[in-house]
């Protein structure tokens, strides 16, 4: 898929880039996240057969990155969703879950949900998702309620 600016392919997470900004991810999410709340998959995680993982690029530039996660028929996860520094507040964020949202239709879900942090450093990430139709949600799949971690949910 192409959006105005960004190309988004899908990804074998074999390219340098792709796998930098993923251990950036990973960082973070250690920096930012107790322990038990890091949720983030590694390459090799996200290269198994219940997730599909795409890439979005302006030129040759790498912008960003985001994931699905097969939950069941009706229902899948979206997993490290995130953009490179230089392309944040770009729109970036916003083509990678547009796009995901509709390999979910595609699929025949009728539900994407997706596990987030509460703290500042994530509120960039809440707006996306408020602005898109998600709602917080009690925790599904193996989440469980804490007062770190955040589910939302969007019926499609």
Request: a negative charge; aromatic letters at 8%; charged letters at 25%.
């Amino acid at each position: 898929m192409t959006s105005t600016r960004y190309t988004i392919r899908r990804d074998d997470l074999s390219g340098e880039a792709i796998l930098a900004l993923l251990q950036f991810h990973l960082d973070e999410m250690h920096q930012w996240s107790p322990p038990e709340s890091v949720h983030a998959m590694p390459a090799e995680r996200l290269r198994q057969p219940d997730v599909t993982f795409f890439s979005a690029w302006d030129g040759e530039a790498l912008a960003g990155c985001g994931a699905i996660k097969h939950l069941d028929d009706r229902h899948g996860e979206l997993k490290s969703m995130r953009v490179a520094p230089a392309y944040r507040r770009k729109g970036a964020g916003r083509a990678l879950l547009l796009h995901l949202m509709e390999e979910a239709k595609a699929r025949g879900y009728t539900r994407v949900s997706l596990e987030t942090g509460r703290p500042q450093a994530f509120v960039p990430a809440h707006n996306l998702y408020l602005s898109h139709g998600f709602v917080e949600c009690p925790p599904f799949a193996d989440y469980v309620a804490d007062d770190f971690s955040m589910c939302m949910t969007r019926e499609l």
